[in-house]
C-alpha cells in the first residue's frame, strides 16, 4: 500500500507493505543510511529516530503507524551537523566505530529535550536501551552533560 | 655537477608554451642563477612518489589509508604519521581508503598490527616524499640540499630566505628517483604524531553521513537474507519455496550448496531469500520450510563438552615450556593450591552485522563493498568462489561498524558475491543479529588447569599450568587442541619470576567455527594467571599487588625460549621487543597508584588487580567493585595504565582502553554461547547480553606511561586484566573465589 509520510521536512509517499518496520522504509525505500540496523528485535537503539519528536526504536515501529507523521533521523537533526548534542560529541570524539552513534545521538537529543538537565542516573536510564559495542559509554555521559550545559 | 650548472634546467615545451603563451620550437635552455628570483618556472604535475602518497598541483595532498577503520581510529593515525613525516599541513591532506591490492602490502587489519608492524613503512611514506620536495627545491635553487627543510607544506632555504610551496615543488620532484634511505623525523618535532588530532571521520558519525558495509546501495539492487543449517558441517535435505515466493517483495530464492570442511572462510551455504528490501528477503526466509541433515557436530552440547574439557586439563599433556622440577617443588612446598578454570564460547557481536555488496560486471569482474578487516584475503576467497582470478576482484573497504576479529573473516563477501552472479543483479547481503551470533567463529571455550606452591616466606616455587581450548586451527585442517602461536598469547610468555614451571598443551576438538575475538586467547589465560596469582597472594597472607611485584620479579628480559618454549612474540624478534619485567611492573604501580590502593573502602566493596603483557603493549587495570547482600554485582569504577611505547593518537589510545574496559567487562559479566544438539541457544542482545551504559563504571580513567620505545599494539592489550581485576575485586570484597566465566553464572551471595 501506499503510505504518506514526512521524513526530514520532506513529504513522500512510500509503497510499503504496512507491517514493514519503519527501519527499513527509511532505509530501503526511502534511502537514508543513516539509521541503523543492530537487532531488529528492539534490543539495541541503533535504529533510534523521532516520530513526532518521540524517539522511538524504528525496527519494531511499523512503517503504517508513522503515516502522516513527521520523521526525524540523524540526517535531518540538523541543517549543517551543529545541534549541540551533535557538537559535544565532536569535542569530546565519543563515537569509535560510530555506528551505535545515530542512535545514541538521537536517544540524547530526546532525553535532552524532555530533561534539560539530566543527572548520571538520568542518563542511565534513558540511555541503557542504546548498545555501543565498542564501549564509549563513559563518553556518551559526559559528551550529554556538555550538551546540557550549552542547551539554553 | 656543481652548485652553478645545478642552477640550469630544462624547459619544456609545455612550459614554454604555458609560461610564454608562445609555441616556440624544441626545447630552450633556461637558466636560473641561484638567488635571482623566487618566482621559477616549474613542471606542473602531481607528485606520487608511492603508493600512499600524492601530492597534487594544487598543493592538496592526498592520503591513502591502506588499513580497515573499525573502531581504533586508524585512519585518524595513518594520516598523522604520513602528514607528520611528510610535513603537510592538516588542513590541506585527504584521506582515501585503499581498496585491496596487493601493492599495499599487508592490509590484514587484524592482531593489532597497523602501528606496531607498520609505523616505519608509513613514517617512509611521508618522509620519501619530504626528502624529494627537499631536492626538489635544492635543484631549482641551485643550492645544496642540505641547506634546505621541508616545513609545513612548503621547502625553505633558511640562507637566502627563499620558500617553495609543496604544491609547486610536486612536478620537479616528480622527476626524481627515489631515493634508498631517508631520514626521519626526531621525535622532538613531531606536529600531529603523539597529539589528540580529532578522528577525521567525526562529523560523518556525528551526520549520519559515514558509510558502513550495510549502508552501501547499487542501482537494481537485491537485497539478500540467508537461512544457513544450524549446526556447522550440516547439509541441506530439501527446501520448499512456496509460501516465500508468496511474499511481496521477493524476488528470487537461490541455493548456495553447503559448507566446506574444514570451514575456512567459505560460505556456510544455506538457502538466500532475495527481495526488493531487506524486510521482505527476512519475511521470506521465515516463510522457507527447510529439512537439514545436521551431521556430526548435532551432538555438540557445551555442557557436556566443559566435562571434557576439564578431565582434559586433568590429565597429563604435551610439555610445551619446562624449567626446574614442578613436582619436586610442589611436594616439598609449605602450602599448595590447585585451582581449574573455566570460560565460555564468546562472539564477537560487532554493532554492525557483517553485510557486504556485490556486483558482477559484463566483463566478468567482481565489485565489492565491504566492512573487511582483511581485504586482500577477501579478494582471493571472492575469487574463489567465483572462479575468476584475484585481480578481477576489486575489494572496495567500507567503515567497519566495529569487527573485533568477526570481520576478518569473508565468508559474508563471498555470499554476496555468489549470489550476485546466480542473481545477475548486484545483492546486498545483511546478516540478522541471530545470524551474526549462531553463525559466528566462535572465541574458544577453554579450560585451565593450575597448580601452585609457596614456601615458609611466601615465596613461589612452582607453577604447573595445563591450558585447554578447540584451536583456531581447526577452522584452517584437522587439529585437536591449541596451537603454537594461540600459546604464546598469554600462557608460555608467563612473566614470573618462578624458579620450577611447567606448562602441558592439552587435547580439545572443535564443533563449531573458531575465530579471533579482541585479544584472542589471551583472554582465558589471563583469567586464569592473573586469578591464580591472586590465589597465591592470598594463601601466602600477602597483599595483591605487593605480591604480584615480587611475583614478576626483578627487573629483567624473560624469553620463553630459555625454557624450551617455541615462542613467536606476535612476530617481533624478542631481542627487539623483550617481555621487560620492568614495563610489566610499571603499569601495575602506575593502575595501583591510580586506585588509590590499599585505601579504606566501603562495606561490600573491594579493589582487585591484573596486569598482562599482548601484542607486545603492557595494560595493568584495577577494579574496584560491590556486591549488595543479595550478590548483585557493580562494577564502579576502573584504572588503566598503558604502555604502549611510542603513541601515535594518546585519545585513541585512551578510547581503545575505555572501550577495552567495556569489552573485557561483557565478557566477565554476560558473555557466553553454548550450544545444545550441536546449535547455538544465543540468538540476541537479551540472551547474548553486553554491558549497556546503566552497567557501565561511573569512571574508566587511563593513564599512558609516556615512552619513546618502539610502538606496540594497542586495540586487544586492554582486553585481558578486566576479567581477572573484576574477579580479584569480588575476592577482596566477598572472599568468594571465582574461577569460571561469566560472572552471571556465580551465585555472589
Ligand atoms: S535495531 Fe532497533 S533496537 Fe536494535
Ligand atoms: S561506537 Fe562502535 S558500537 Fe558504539
Not at chain 1, 25 to 38: H, S, V
Amino acid at each position: 500500500m501506499t503510505i504518506d509520510i514526512n521524513i526530514n521536512g520532506k513529504a513522500l509517499t512510500l509503497d510499503a507493505d504496512p507491517d514493514m518496520p519503519l527501519l527499513w522504509a527509511i532505509r530501503d525505500l526511502a534511502g537514508m543510511t543513516g539509521t541503523k540496523f543492530g537487532c531488529g528485535k528492539a534490543l539495541c537503539g541503533a535504529c533510534t529516530v523521532h516520530v513526532d519528536g518521540q524517539p522511538v526504536l524504528s525496527c519494531a515501529y511499523p512503517v503504517s503507524a508513522a503515516a502522516g507523521k513527521a520523521v526525524t533521523t540523524i540526517e535531518g537533526l540538523s541543517a549543517d551537523g551543529n545541534h549541540p548534542v551533535q557538537v559535544a560529541w565532536r569535542e569530546l570524539n565519543v563515537p569509535q566505530c560510530g555506528y551505535c552513534q545515530p542512535g545514541q545521538i538521537m536517544a540524547a537529543v530526546a532525553l535532552l529535550d524532555k530533561n534539560p538537565t539530566p543527572t548520571d542516573e538520568d542518563i542511565d536510564n534513558a540511555m541503557s536501551g542504546n548498545i555501543c559495542r565498542c564501549g564509549t559509554y563513559t563518553r556518551i555521559r559526559a559528551a550529554i552533560h556538555k550538551a546540557a550545559g550549552v542547551k539554553s | 655537477m656543481n652548485d652553478a650548472i645545478k642552477g640550469i634546467r630544462l624547459v619544456t615545451r609545455r612550459e614554454f608554451i604555458r609560461n610564454t603563451g608562445l609555441a616556440g620550437g624544441g626545447l630552450i635552455l633556461a637558466a636560473h642563477f641561484s638567488g635571482c628570483s623566487t618566482d621559477q618556472e616549474l613542471p606542473g604535475g602531481d607528485f606520487a612518489p608511492n603508493v600512499y602518497v600524492n601530492l597534487l598541483e594544487s598543493g592538496d595532498v592526498e592520503i591513502v589509508c591502506h588499513r580497515s577503520e573499525m573502531g581504533q581510529g586508524i585512519r585518524t593515525s595513518v594520516l598523522q604519521v604520513i602528514a607528520d613525516e611528510m610535513e603537510a599541513d592538516w588542513d590541506r591532506v585527504k584521506l582515501l581508503q585503499a581498496t585491496g591490492d596487493a601493492k599495499y602490502g599487508d592490509q590484514n587489519t587484524d592482531g593489532s598490527t597497523s602501528i606496531r608492524k607498520q609505523f616505519d613503512l608509513l613514517r617512509n611514506a611521508g618522509a620519501v616524499a619530504r626528502h624529494m620536495l627537499v631536492l626538489a627545491a635544492a635543484e631549482v635553487w641551485g643550492v645544496p640540499a642540505s641547506e634546505c627543510i621541508g616545513q609545513n607544506h612548503a621547502v625553505h632555504h633558511a640562507a637566502s630566505g627563499r620558500s617553495l610551496g609543496y604544491g609547486e615543488l610536486a612536478g620537479q620532484a616528480a622527476t626524481l628517483s627515489l631515493p634508498e634511505k631517508v631520514e626521519f623525523k626526531s621525535p622532538e618535532d613531531y606536529r600531529y604524531i603523539g597529539k589528540p588530532m580529532d578522528t577525521v571521520d567525526g562529523m560523518a558519525f556525528t551526520v549520519g553521513s559515514a558509510a558502513f558495509g550495510i549502508d552501501t546501495v547499487l542501482p537494481g539492487m537485491l537485497y539478500a537474507s540467508i537461512e544457513r543449517c544450524p549446526v556447522v558441517g550440516g547439509t541441506l535435505v530439501s527446501v520448499d519455496d512456496t509460501a516465500t515466493r508468496a511474499i511481496a517483495g521477493v524476488v528470487d530464492v537461490i541455493q548456495l550448496g553447503d559448507g566446506t570442511s574444514p570451514p575456512v572462510f567459505n560460505p556456510l551455504g544455506g538457502v538466500a531469500v532475495l527481495a526488493s528490501n531487506t524486510w521482505s528477503a527476512q519475511k521470506g526466509r521465515e516463510a522457507l520450510n527447510i529439512k537439514w541433515d545436521l551431521g556430526a557436530n548435532a551432538s555438540y552440547d557445551s555442557d557436556a563438552y566443559r566435562e571434557q574439557l576439564e578431565s582434559s586439563v586433568h590429565n597429563e599433556g604435551s610439555v610445551v615450556l619446562s624449567r626446574g622440577d614442578v613436582d619436586a617443588a610442589l611436594s616439598g612446598a609449605a602450602k599448595t593450591l590447585e585451582a581449574t578454570y573455566y570460560a565460555p564460547h564468546l562472539s564477537q557481536a560487532p554493532m554492525e552485522p557483517p553485510a557486504a555488496v556485490a556486483r558482477i560486471n559484463a566483463d566478468g569482474t567482481c565489485e565489492v563493498w565491504a566492512c573487511t578487516q582483511d581485504p586482500q584475503t577477501a579478494q582471493g576467497v571472492v575469487a574463489g568462489a567465483l572462479g575468476i582470478e584475484p585481480a578481477q576482484v576489486t575489494i572496495n573497504v567500507t567503515l567497519l561498524g566495529g569487527a573485533f576479529g568477526r570481520k576478518s573473516k569473508p565468508d559474508f563477501i563471498a555470499e554476496a558475491a555468489l549470489l550476485a552472479k546466480k542473481a545477475g543483479k548486484p545483492v546486498k547481503v545483511t546478516w540478522t543479529r541471530e545470524d551474526d551470533i549462531r553463525h559466528g567463529y566462535f572465541h574458544s571455550v577453554s579450560a585451565q588447569y593450575l597448580r601452585g606452591s609457596i614456601d615458609a616466606d611466601g615465596k613461589v616455587t612452582a607453577w604447573h599450568q595445563r591450558t585447554a581450548f578447540p584451536s583456531i586451527n581447526s577452522t584452517f585442517g584437522p587439529s585437536d587442541g591449541p596451537g603454537g602461536g594461540e600459546l604464546g598469547l598469554g600462557c608460555i610468555d608467563n612473566p614470573y619470576a618462578i624458579e620450577n614451571m611447567k606448562i602441558e598443551s592439552c587435547k580439545a576438538a572443535a564443533h563449531v567455527r573458531i575465530g579471533w575475538l579482541r585479544s584472542v586467547s589471551n583472554v582465558y589465560h589471563a583469567f586464569a594467571a592473573s586469578s591464580f596469582a591472586d590465589e597465591l597472594a592470598h594463601l601466602a597472607g600477602r597483599d595483591a599487588k605487593d605480591f604480584l611485584l615480587e611475583l614478576i620479579g626483578p627487573d629483567r628480559h624473560v624469553n620463553p625460549a630459555d625454557s624450551g618454549a617455541e615462542y613467536d612474540n606476535y612476530g617481533h624478534d624478542i631481542a627487539e621487543h623483550p617481555i621487560d619485567t620492568a614495563r610489566l611492573k610499571g603499569v601495575l604501580a602506575e593502575a595501583a597508584k591510580m586506585a588509590d590502593w590499599g585505601r579504606t573502602l566501603p562495606a561490600g566493596h573491594g579493589l582487585g588487580i591484573a596486569v598482562h603483557r599482548s601484542f607486545l603493549g603492557y595494560v595493568a587495570t584495577a577494579a574496584e567493585v560491590s556486591v549488595s547482600d543479595t550478590g548483585e554485582l557493580k562494577v564502579e569504577e576502573l584504572w588503566t595504565a598503558v604502555d604502549a611505547g611510542t603513541v601515535v593518537n594518546p585519545d585513541r589510545v585512551r578510547a581503545q582502553m575505555e572501550g577495552a574496559g567495556i569489552f573485557g567487562m561483557s565478557l566477565a559479566m554476560h558473555g557466553q554461547i553454548t550450544a545444545k544438539a550441536g546449535a547455538i541457544v544465543q540468538g540476541n542482545f537479551n540472551s547474548y547480553r553486553v554491558i549497556r551504559m546503566s552497567e557501565a563504571p561511573k569512571a574508566i580513567n587511563v593513564h599512558i606511561i609516556p615512552s619513546q620505545a618502539k610502538p606496540c599494539g594497542v586495540g586487544e592489550p586492554g582486553v585481558p586484566p578486566v576479567a581477572p581485576a573484576i574477579c580479584n575485586a569480588i575476592f577482596a570484597a566477598t572472599g568468594k573465589r571465582v574461577r569460571e566465566l561469566p560472572l552471571r553464572n556465580v551465585k555472589l551471595a
